[in-house]
């Protein structure tokens, strides 16, 4: 390999690196700034994206939906998840993977992996045939659809898999968390759709 390849596989590792800390760095400031909220602000924010949710055709298509236990000041959704026109699907961490289950309001909840609220692990099981939209909890999200997670892969991972790459996906964030671009690795799968409590997003 001659030098110039050397210097290019070189420049790829490190800004594959870079773009590591600089997703760690912000990482940790949009969970601050999250969780500086009062509870008050968090809960209007939170019933606004849910009014939001409610107004979008991709929503509004939907019967079957995949969404997420508010943890570390997510917005919570939970207002919706009491609307038995539909069927709510949840996650439970398994290994490296997510195992979706379906739930309704007065079936028991664990706490899981990471202290996460999660579904029965003998709750049936949702198939990704049987999906027609996943909410998908965000540390951040950008107008391209880009989004920041928590770091774990999980929804990276479940989102490159042929099975679940077909299904709308909608990111859901406060305002504080929209940027124009944020840094993405070639793993990262845009979504669909993004939601705030102001704005209901089309990405490109
Ligand atoms: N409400 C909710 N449920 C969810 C997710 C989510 O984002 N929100 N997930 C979305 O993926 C999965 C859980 N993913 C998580 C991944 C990492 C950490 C976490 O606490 N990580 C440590 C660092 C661990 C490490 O360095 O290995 C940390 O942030 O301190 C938490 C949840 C499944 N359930
Ligand atoms: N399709 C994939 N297959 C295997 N590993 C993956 C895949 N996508 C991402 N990963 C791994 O997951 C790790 C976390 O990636 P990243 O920092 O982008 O997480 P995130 O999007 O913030 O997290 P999450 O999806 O859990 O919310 C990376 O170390 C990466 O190697």
Redesign the pocket.
């Given at each position: 390999m001659g030098t110039r390849e050397i210097r290019y596989i070189e420049n790829c590792t490190l800004l594959k690196i870079d773009s590591?800390l600089n997703?760690t760095k912000l990482?940790r400031r949009l969970l601050k700034t999250r969780q500086s909220m009062t509870v008050q602000e968090w809960r209007e924010k939170s019933d606004r994206i849910s009014d939001q949710l409610q107004n979008s055709p991709l929503f509004n298509q939907a019967t079957t939906i995949l969404a997420y236990f508010s943890f570390r000041q997510e917005p919570d959704l939970s207002p919706l998840f009491t609307d038995s026109q539909r069927r709510w699907g949840f996650p439970r961490c398994v290994g490296k993977s997510l195992s979706w289950h379906l739930w309704q309001p007065d079936d028991v909840l664990q706490v899981g992996e990471y202290g996460i609220t999660e579904p029965h692990p003998e709750a049936p099981t949702i198939d990704p045939t049987e999906v027609d939209l996943i909410i998908v909890p965000s540390?951040a999200c950008d107008r391209q659809g880009y989004?920041?997670?928590?770091?774990?892969?999980?929804?990276?991972?479940l989102l490159?898999s042929p099975a679940w790459s077909k299904i709308p996906t909608m990111g859901v964030i406060f305002d504080f968390a929209y940027f124009s671009q944020l840094p993405f690795?070639n793993?990262?799968k845009p979504l669909q759709a993004i939601v705030s409590e102001t704005h209901l997003f089309t990405c490109n």
């Open positions: 590591q997703k990482r540390v989004r920041l997670g928590y770091g774990g892969g999980y929804y990276d991972r490159s690795d793993w990262d």
